[in-house]
Protein backbone atom coordinates (compact mmCIF):
# COMPACT_ATOMS: atom_id res chain seq x y z
CA UNK A 1 0.00 0.00 0.00
CA UNK A 2 1.63 3.21 -1.00
CA UNK A 3 -0.72 5.88 0.86
CA UNK A 4 -2.85 5.55 4.35
CA UNK A 5 -5.59 7.49 1.69
CA UNK A 6 -9.12 4.88 2.17
CA UNK A 7 -9.24 2.19 -0.75
CA UNK A 8 -11.98 3.93 -2.75
CA UNK A 9 -9.83 6.85 -3.33
CA UNK A 10 -6.81 4.53 -4.20
CA UNK A 11 -8.69 2.51 -6.54
CA UNK A 12 -10.26 5.32 -8.32
CA UNK A 13 -6.63 7.27 -8.37
CA UNK A 14 -4.92 4.21 -9.78
CA UNK A 15 -7.40 3.39 -12.38
CA UNK A 16 -7.25 6.95 -13.57
CA UNK A 17 -3.85 7.05 -13.60
CA UNK A 18 -3.58 3.80 -15.95
CA UNK A 19 -6.48 4.98 -18.26
CA UNK A 20 -4.78 8.22 -19.02
CA UNK A 21 -1.53 6.20 -19.73
CA UNK A 22 -3.05 3.85 -21.77
CA UNK A 23 -4.51 6.77 -24.02
CA UNK A 24 -1.57 8.18 -24.08
CA UNK A 25 0.81 5.13 -25.09
CA UNK A 26 -2.05 2.99 -26.88
CA UNK A 27 -0.09 3.16 -30.94
CA UNK A 28 2.70 1.83 -29.15
CA UNK A 29 0.51 -0.82 -28.11
CA UNK A 30 -0.92 -1.13 -31.41
CA UNK A 31 2.56 -1.66 -32.78
CA UNK A 32 3.85 -3.38 -30.33
CA UNK A 33 1.13 -6.06 -31.18
CA UNK A 34 1.82 -6.22 -35.26
CA UNK A 35 5.65 -6.60 -34.17
CA UNK A 36 4.75 -9.99 -31.90
CA UNK A 37 2.44 -11.23 -34.09
CA UNK A 38 4.69 -10.79 -37.04
CA UNK A 39 5.79 -14.42 -38.92
CA UNK A 40 7.51 -12.41 -42.22
CA UNK A 41 11.27 -13.70 -43.24
CA UNK A 42 13.13 -10.35 -43.48
CA UNK A 43 16.77 -9.83 -44.20
CA UNK A 44 16.69 -6.98 -41.26
CA UNK A 45 18.74 -8.43 -38.58
CA UNK A 46 16.71 -6.76 -36.30
CA UNK A 47 13.27 -6.79 -38.01
CA UNK A 48 11.25 -6.62 -34.83
CA UNK A 49 13.02 -3.32 -32.79
CA UNK A 50 12.11 -0.01 -32.17
CA UNK A 51 13.36 1.59 -35.73
CA UNK A 52 11.22 -1.05 -36.98
CA UNK A 53 8.09 0.06 -34.73
CA UNK A 54 8.75 3.70 -35.49
CA UNK A 55 9.07 2.90 -39.52
CA UNK A 56 5.64 0.95 -39.04
CA UNK A 57 3.87 3.84 -37.18
CA UNK A 58 4.86 5.70 -40.58
CA UNK A 59 3.51 3.72 -42.59
CA UNK A 60 0.28 3.18 -40.97
CA UNK A 61 -0.45 7.23 -40.59
CA UNK A 62 1.01 7.59 -44.65
CA UNK A 63 -1.53 4.43 -45.92
CA UNK A 64 -4.80 5.24 -43.69
CA UNK A 65 -4.08 7.84 -41.34
CA UNK A 66 -3.08 8.86 -37.48
CA UNK A 67 -6.56 7.79 -36.40
CA UNK A 68 -5.60 4.00 -37.09
CA UNK A 69 -3.49 4.37 -34.65
CA UNK A 70 -5.79 4.18 -32.43
CA UNK A 71 -7.87 1.39 -33.52
CA UNK A 72 -9.29 -0.17 -30.04
CA UNK A 73 -8.27 2.09 -28.32
CA UNK A 74 -12.40 2.41 -26.38
CA UNK A 75 -12.22 -1.23 -25.80
CA UNK A 76 -8.95 -1.20 -24.47
CA UNK A 77 -9.14 2.28 -22.19
CA UNK A 78 -12.57 -0.01 -21.09
CA UNK A 79 -10.58 -2.71 -19.92
CA UNK A 80 -7.87 -0.94 -18.75
CA UNK A 81 -9.91 0.85 -16.07
CA UNK A 82 -11.92 -2.11 -15.46
CA UNK A 83 -9.59 -4.39 -14.85
CA UNK A 84 -6.75 -1.92 -12.82
CA UNK A 85 -10.45 -0.29 -10.35
CA UNK A 86 -11.01 -4.01 -9.04
CA UNK A 87 -7.69 -4.98 -8.94
CA UNK A 88 -6.92 -2.23 -6.59
CA UNK A 89 -9.79 -2.65 -4.75
CA UNK A 90 -9.32 -6.10 -4.22
CA UNK A 91 -5.33 -5.87 -3.00
CA UNK A 92 -6.73 -2.86 -0.72
CA UNK A 93 -9.62 -4.58 0.87
CA UNK A 94 -8.44 -8.46 0.93
CA UNK A 95 -5.24 -7.15 2.33
CA UNK A 96 -7.05 -6.07 5.39
CA UNK A 97 -9.26 -8.80 5.48
CA UNK A 98 -7.50 -11.88 4.58
CA UNK A 99 -4.38 -10.70 6.46
CA UNK A 100 -4.64 -8.62 9.17
CA UNK A 101 -2.99 -9.39 12.44
CA UNK A 102 -4.23 -8.34 15.20
CA UNK A 103 -4.50 -4.64 14.35
CA UNK A 104 -7.81 -3.19 15.42
CA UNK A 105 -7.76 0.03 13.16
CA UNK A 106 -7.97 -1.25 9.13
CA UNK A 107 -6.32 1.37 7.50
CA UNK A 108 -3.52 1.29 9.27
CA UNK A 109 -2.65 -1.74 7.84
CA UNK A 110 0.55 -2.16 5.66
CA UNK A 111 0.87 -6.59 4.46
CA UNK A 112 4.99 -6.76 3.73
CA UNK A 113 6.10 -7.33 0.03
CA UNK A 114 5.32 -10.92 -0.34
CA UNK A 115 1.81 -10.60 0.48
CA UNK A 116 1.48 -7.55 -1.70
CA UNK A 117 3.07 -9.89 -4.46
CA UNK A 118 0.56 -12.59 -4.00
CA UNK A 119 -2.51 -10.59 -3.20
CA UNK A 120 -1.58 -8.29 -6.50
CA UNK A 121 -1.91 -12.12 -8.52
CA UNK A 122 -5.22 -12.95 -7.00
CA UNK A 123 -6.28 -9.47 -7.54
CA UNK A 124 -5.21 -9.83 -11.07
CA UNK A 125 -6.85 -12.80 -12.04
CA UNK A 126 -10.21 -11.60 -10.70
CA UNK A 127 -9.94 -8.46 -12.31
CA UNK A 128 -8.76 -9.95 -16.05
CA UNK A 129 -11.59 -12.37 -15.77
CA UNK A 130 -14.13 -9.33 -16.08
CA UNK A 131 -11.66 -7.53 -18.50
CA UNK A 132 -10.54 -10.23 -20.97
CA UNK A 133 -13.41 -10.15 -23.41
CA UNK A 134 -12.94 -6.48 -23.85
CA UNK A 135 -9.00 -7.09 -24.55
CA UNK A 136 -9.61 -9.80 -26.76
CA UNK A 137 -12.34 -7.83 -28.84
CA UNK A 138 -9.30 -5.00 -29.04
CA UNK A 139 -6.57 -7.73 -30.43
CA UNK A 140 -9.18 -8.44 -33.30
CA UNK A 141 -9.58 -4.70 -33.61
CA UNK A 142 -5.55 -4.26 -34.02
CA UNK A 143 -6.18 -7.37 -36.53
CA UNK A 144 -8.90 -6.34 -38.79
CA UNK A 145 -7.02 -2.82 -38.98
CA UNK A 146 -3.90 -4.70 -40.17
CA UNK A 147 -5.35 -6.87 -43.05
CA UNK A 148 -7.43 -3.82 -44.21
CA UNK A 149 -4.26 -1.61 -44.28
CA UNK A 150 -4.48 1.00 -47.74
CA UNK A 151 -7.83 -0.54 -48.53
CA UNK A 152 -10.92 1.53 -48.20
CA UNK A 153 -12.81 -1.03 -45.80
CA UNK A 154 -13.75 0.68 -43.19
CA UNK A 155 -13.16 -1.01 -39.39
CA UNK A 156 -15.38 -3.37 -38.21
CA UNK A 157 -18.18 -1.97 -35.54
CA UNK A 158 -17.07 -3.67 -32.53
CA UNK A 159 -20.31 -5.33 -32.13
CA UNK A 160 -19.77 -6.83 -35.32
CA UNK A 161 -16.46 -8.05 -34.06
CA UNK A 162 -17.99 -10.00 -30.59
CA UNK A 163 -20.62 -11.42 -33.39
CA UNK A 164 -17.47 -12.65 -34.99
CA UNK A 165 -15.96 -13.91 -31.82
CA UNK A 166 -19.46 -15.76 -30.72
CA UNK A 167 -20.20 -17.19 -33.92
CA UNK A 168 -16.74 -18.92 -34.11
CA UNK A 169 -15.64 -20.03 -30.58
CA UNK A 170 -19.20 -19.51 -28.67
CA UNK A 171 -19.20 -17.78 -25.08
CA UNK A 172 -15.93 -19.20 -24.16
CA UNK A 173 -14.20 -17.38 -27.13
CA UNK A 174 -14.06 -14.63 -24.72
CA UNK A 175 -12.04 -15.99 -22.97
CA UNK A 176 -9.86 -17.72 -25.01
CA UNK A 177 -5.89 -18.01 -24.02
CA UNK A 178 -7.04 -17.06 -20.12
CA UNK A 179 -4.93 -19.26 -18.49
CA UNK A 180 -1.90 -17.14 -19.63
CA UNK A 181 -3.55 -14.17 -18.89
CA UNK A 182 -4.03 -15.31 -15.31
CA UNK A 183 -0.06 -16.13 -15.56
CA UNK A 184 0.55 -12.86 -16.88
CA UNK A 185 -1.31 -11.17 -14.02
CA UNK A 186 2.38 -11.38 -12.45
CA UNK A 187 3.27 -8.90 -14.16
CA UNK A 188 1.49 -5.69 -12.25
CA UNK A 189 2.00 -7.36 -8.89
CA UNK A 190 5.99 -7.66 -9.52
CA UNK A 191 6.28 -4.20 -10.85
CA UNK A 192 3.67 -2.72 -7.85
CA UNK A 193 6.56 -4.82 -5.53
CA UNK A 194 10.05 -3.41 -7.75
CA UNK A 195 8.28 -0.12 -6.96
CA UNK A 196 7.64 -0.86 -3.57
CA UNK A 197 11.82 -1.94 -3.01
CA UNK A 198 13.13 1.35 -5.18
CA UNK A 199 10.80 3.15 -3.07
CA UNK A 200 12.12 2.27 0.11
CA UNK A 201 15.52 2.51 -1.08
CA UNK A 202 14.99 6.40 -2.09
CA UNK A 203 13.91 6.59 1.47
CA UNK A 204 16.71 4.92 2.85
CA UNK A 205 19.09 6.59 0.25
CA UNK A 206 17.60 10.27 1.29
CA UNK A 207 17.26 9.78 4.92
CA UNK A 208 13.28 10.85 3.85
CA UNK A 209 9.95 9.31 4.07
CA UNK A 210 8.57 11.96 2.04
CA UNK A 211 5.93 11.46 -1.24
CA UNK A 212 7.66 11.05 -4.54
CA UNK A 213 7.96 13.67 -6.25
CA UNK A 214 6.35 13.63 -9.68
CA UNK A 215 9.42 12.98 -11.64
CA UNK A 216 11.03 10.42 -9.22
CA UNK A 217 7.62 8.52 -8.95
CA UNK A 218 7.53 8.76 -12.99
CA UNK A 219 11.36 7.24 -13.27
CA UNK A 220 10.46 4.50 -10.05
CA UNK A 221 7.77 3.30 -11.75
CA UNK A 222 8.72 3.23 -15.46
CA UNK A 223 11.89 1.06 -14.22
CA UNK A 224 9.86 -1.14 -11.99
CA UNK A 225 7.47 -1.90 -15.17
CA UNK A 226 10.59 -2.78 -17.06
CA UNK A 227 12.21 -5.01 -15.04
CA UNK A 228 8.80 -7.21 -14.52
CA UNK A 229 8.27 -7.18 -18.36
CA UNK A 230 11.52 -8.33 -19.16
CA UNK A 231 11.16 -11.16 -16.67
CA UNK A 232 7.75 -12.23 -17.97
CA UNK A 233 7.95 -11.47 -21.69
CA UNK A 234 8.18 -15.21 -23.29
CA UNK A 235 4.45 -15.21 -21.04
CA UNK A 236 3.64 -12.09 -22.44
CA UNK A 237 3.94 -13.27 -26.10
CA UNK A 238 2.77 -16.28 -26.11
CA UNK A 239 -0.56 -14.93 -24.36
CA UNK A 240 -0.50 -12.43 -27.52
CA UNK A 241 -0.33 -14.98 -30.28
CA UNK A 242 -2.64 -17.69 -28.68
CA UNK A 243 -5.28 -15.55 -28.35
CA UNK A 244 -4.87 -14.03 -31.91
CA UNK A 245 -4.31 -16.94 -34.04
CA UNK A 246 -5.92 -20.46 -34.68
CA UNK A 247 -3.40 -21.76 -31.73
CA UNK A 248 -5.65 -24.52 -29.35
CA UNK A 249 -3.09 -24.43 -26.71
CA UNK A 250 -0.11 -22.97 -25.62
CA UNK A 251 1.88 -25.72 -26.79
CA UNK A 252 1.06 -24.95 -30.37
CA UNK A 253 2.42 -21.44 -29.99
CA UNK A 254 5.65 -22.35 -28.27
CA UNK A 255 6.32 -25.01 -31.16
CA UNK A 256 5.53 -22.65 -33.93
CA UNK A 257 7.69 -20.05 -32.28
CA UNK A 258 10.61 -22.63 -31.68
CA UNK A 259 12.36 -22.01 -34.82
CA UNK A 260 13.60 -18.38 -33.85
CA UNK A 261 14.79 -19.97 -30.64
CA UNK A 262 15.67 -18.03 -28.07
CA UNK A 263 15.55 -14.86 -29.76
CA UNK A 264 11.86 -15.43 -30.91
CA UNK A 265 10.48 -15.48 -26.94
CA UNK A 266 11.83 -11.96 -26.90
CA UNK A 267 10.20 -10.68 -30.24
CA UNK A 268 9.16 -6.85 -30.36
CA UNK A 269 11.03 -6.32 -26.38
CA UNK A 270 12.16 -3.02 -27.18
CA UNK A 271 8.81 -1.86 -27.65
CA UNK A 272 7.08 -3.70 -25.08
CA UNK A 273 9.45 -1.96 -22.99
CA UNK A 274 9.15 1.35 -24.16
CA UNK A 275 5.32 0.93 -23.73
CA UNK A 276 5.73 -0.23 -20.37
CA UNK A 277 8.14 2.11 -19.36
CA UNK A 278 6.33 5.26 -20.50
CA UNK A 279 2.81 3.52 -19.11
CA UNK A 280 3.74 2.92 -15.69
CA UNK A 281 5.67 6.35 -15.33
CA UNK A 282 2.40 8.30 -16.54
CA UNK A 283 0.42 5.70 -14.39
CA UNK A 284 2.60 6.38 -11.35
CA UNK A 285 2.74 9.91 -11.84
CA UNK A 286 -1.25 10.81 -12.38
CA UNK A 287 -2.21 8.73 -9.15
CA UNK A 288 0.21 10.31 -7.16
CA UNK A 289 -1.22 13.89 -8.39
CA UNK A 290 -4.71 12.64 -7.56
CA UNK A 291 -4.41 11.27 -4.09
CA UNK A 292 -1.86 14.67 -3.78
CA UNK A 293 -4.86 16.88 -4.73
CA UNK A 294 -7.03 14.73 -2.65
CA UNK A 295 -5.06 15.30 0.51
CA UNK A 296 -4.45 18.93 -0.31
CA UNK A 297 -8.56 19.38 -0.69
CA UNK A 298 -9.23 17.74 2.61
CA UNK A 299 -6.64 19.94 4.77
CA UNK A 300 -8.23 22.66 2.60
CA UNK A 301 -11.26 22.21 4.10
CA UNK A 302 -9.96 21.37 7.64
CA UNK A 303 -8.70 24.79 8.03
CA UNK A 304 -11.28 26.57 6.08
Not at 107 to 119: G, R, S, T
Request: with cysteine; charged share 15%; glycine share 8%.
Amino acid sequence: MTSALPPLIQALAGASGSSSANVLTYPLDLVTTRLQLDRSKSLDPNPHNLAAGFRLIRSIVRKDGLYTLYTGLSTDTAATFISNWIRRKFTLHAGVILLERGSHNRHNYHPNLLQEVVLGFLAGVASRALSTPLNLVTLKLQQEQEQNEGSKAGPKKIRAVMRDIYQKHGLAGFWKGFGMTALCCLNPSLTMAFFQVLRRLIEVLTRSKRPLSPREAFFVGAISSSISSFLLYPLILAKTRLQATSATSIQEVWQEGSEAGVAGLYQALQMQLLKGFLSQGVTFNVKGRIEQLVVAAYRYRRSS
